[in-house]
């Protein structure tokens, strides 16, 4: 029996809808290719300037003065590995342990007012976390990586708390059932089943919330200052590779701008070593 | 044992204002199988959730009444019911394996948490565990496997040896195989039947032969009400109140 139901395309009306069709993809796909191009320029941009300047001097050394050759940038890339490294230590229990009570406890009127707090936390510019910490602590105890690290955990701390309650929310209530049920208290139930078992998303936000701040140079203006030399103590003035990036390139002396494209080379490499670390990790977590 | 490991007295349970379980009476003997039924919604989860105290962790629920667990009223005063819950397990309708944990753990996980840390101690048990839930022959050597990887037969067996390694002397079953195929569901069936000897078990179920098939007793439960309760048998041959009749026979629910 001939069927009756033409398949094919064949009316006028027909071949312009396809083509109607064809043209929107062509279209998206085009502005999501000029969506990588940034990226692409940046870090292509970056690579170029910055690679030149790479050596290892530029890892062990101090910066030399305005006018002379050489040296490098081993205090800011010591003080930004130990501020971050600070920042960490108090923004990461800070964060989650307030985004573990958001997802778990979060039903009555405290919890609401407390998710807006940290949602308006995550939006409140940079620069305004440094002034605060200047005013909180650098006003009474000066410049330190204290003070800086202070300032970045208190940027992490709404990310990291937002992304751990998001990712708590995503267990279903009957897998806190089943622990209650098992006569296991609550504050265990989350600890040590609820927790372990998204390890891998958990980790993907902190990396992410740590991306953020390792690149933060506003907050550290106010707080760690920046130093010529290392740093005796943590209560001193600090150098980071965000500040001291900023310096260099406004200097003037060209030797000290190339230093500067190296400085925004490692920080960039960081930044995508963590993305790729925390890539690696899940996939490695998933087999 | 002999008597009576349950006994509940004027059971009600709310969600905020709505009346769940209403007046129920009832009481279940060592070592037997108790099976409730009745139409959806008419209040049989919540009603075994009361059993465990889990009822409460839902917010705006609350319930009044007692319930005696070999002699002590669970809602008594200064009773934790953590406490309560290790004595009283439960498993849920939907395989709920821990994620992120793999088999060994699953089953460890409740004697762990309790305190125990021995490692022979913890292996002996979860071998028990696995054993009675008729599982360790199909996982003795992927016991480091996520136990999420197996499955939804397997998971429910997973989840009954895990409710079974604290060794509680009450078992709650929500439907327990109405996810599973029958192959699953027969041998959790069997199961049932064996763990009478160490358990006693109070089983929800939608399945009426599964309710002849492994029960002792039956309740019937028609909008939050406890109708009818007796022998199973009885329940379903000749059954005494009319509504228990209409509901075996099919004709509404
Ligand atoms: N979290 C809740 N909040 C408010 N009402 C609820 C909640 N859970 C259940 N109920 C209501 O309580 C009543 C009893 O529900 P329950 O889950 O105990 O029924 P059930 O007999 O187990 O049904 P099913 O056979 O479908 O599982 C229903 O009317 C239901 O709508
Ligand atoms: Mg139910």
């Known amino acids: 029996m001939a069927s009756k139901l033409n398949l094919k395309v064949t009316s006028f009306t027909d071949r312009k809808r396809k083509l109607k069709s064809q043209l929107i993809i062509g279209v998206l796909l085009f502005l999501a290719l000029l969506a990588c191009f940034p990226f692409l320029f940046i870090s292509a941009y970056v690579i170029s300037k910055g690679i030149g300047s790479l050596d290892w001097a530029f890892f062990t050394q101090l910066p030399k003065g305005p006018g002379e050759t050489g040296g490098g940038m081993a205090n800011a890339i010591l003080g930004s590995g130990t501020m971050v490294l600070m920042c960490c230590l108090l923004g990461i229990p800070w964060g989650m342990a307030a985004g573990i009570y958001l997802s778990e406890y979060g039903e009555g009127k405290t919890a609401r007012i407390l998710r807006f707090a940290t ?166 977590k998933k087999s | 044992m002999d008597g009576e490991v349950l006994k509940v007295e004027k059971l009600n349970a709310y969600f905020n204002d709505f009346h769940a379980v209403k007046d129920v009476d009832l009481s279940v003997n060592y070592h037997e199988v108790v099976a409730l039924i009745g139409p959806s919604g008419c209040g049989k989860s919540t009603f075994i959730r009361c059993l465990n105290r889990l009822h409460e962790e839902v917010p705006g629920a609350r319930c009044t009444g007692n319930v005696w667990l070999d002699g002590q009223n669970i809602y008594g005063k ?18 709920n394996p821990f994620p992120g944990l793999s088999i060994f753990d699953n089953v460890a996980v409740g004697l762990r948490l309790a305190g125990v840390t021995k490692k022979s101690v913890l292996s002996e048990a979860v071998e028990e565990a696995l054993r009675k839930s008729a599982l360790w022959t199909e996982v003795k050597d992927k016991l480091k496997k996520p136990g999420t990887g197996l499955s939804g037969g397997q998971q429910q067996r997973l989840c009954i040896a895990r409710a079974l390694a604290v060794k509680p002397p009450v078992i709650l079953m929500d439907e327990p195989t109405s996810a599973l195929d029958p192959i699953s569901t027969a041998k959790i069936e069997e199961l049932i039947v064996e763990l009478k000897n160490d358990v006693t078990v109070v089983i929800v179920t939608h399945n009426m032969q599964q309710a002849s098939r492994i029960s002792g ?5 028609l909008l939050g009400e406890l109708i009818e309760y007796g022998k199973t048998s009885k329940i379903f041959t000749k059954p005494q109140n009319l509504k228990t009749e209409q509901y075996i026979t099919g004709r509404f629910g």
């Not at chain 1, 991306?211 to 209560?235: I, K, M």
Request: net charge positive; aromatic share 12%.
């Open chain 1, 119 to 284: 949602d308006l936390l995550t939006s409140v510019p940079s620069i305004v976390v440094g002034i605060f910490i200047y005013g909180l602590i650098v006003i009474y105890f000066g410049f330190s990586a204290h003070a800086g690290a202070t300032a970045l955990a208190v940027i992490m701390l709404p990310i990291v708390a937002r992304s751990t309650e998001e990712i708590l929310k995503l267990i279903p209530n009957h897998i806190r059932e089943a622990g209650l049920a098992l006569g296991i208290p609550r504050w265990k139930v989350i600890l040590r089943i609820l927790v372990p078992g998204c390890v891998g998303a958990l980790v993907t936000g902190v990396m992410l919330a740590i991306a953020r701040v390792a690149g933060e140079t506003a907050p550290l203006l106010f707080t760690a200052l920046g130093n010529q030399f290392f740093a005796d103590s943590l209560s001193q003035p600090t150098a980071s590779l965000p500040v001291q990036i900023y310096n260099f390139a406004k200097s003037g002396f060209p030797d000290l701008e190339r230093q500067a494209w190296a400085g925004a080379l490692i920080l960039v490499l960081f930044v995508f070593v963590i993305n790729f670390g925390t890539r690696a990790f899940i996939y490695y």
């Open chain 2, 217 to 221: 007793r039956t309740a019937f439960f």
């Open chain 2, 78 to 95: 200064g009773v934790d019911p953590v406490v309560v819950r290790r004595n009283v397990g439960m498993v849920f309708q939907k395989p």
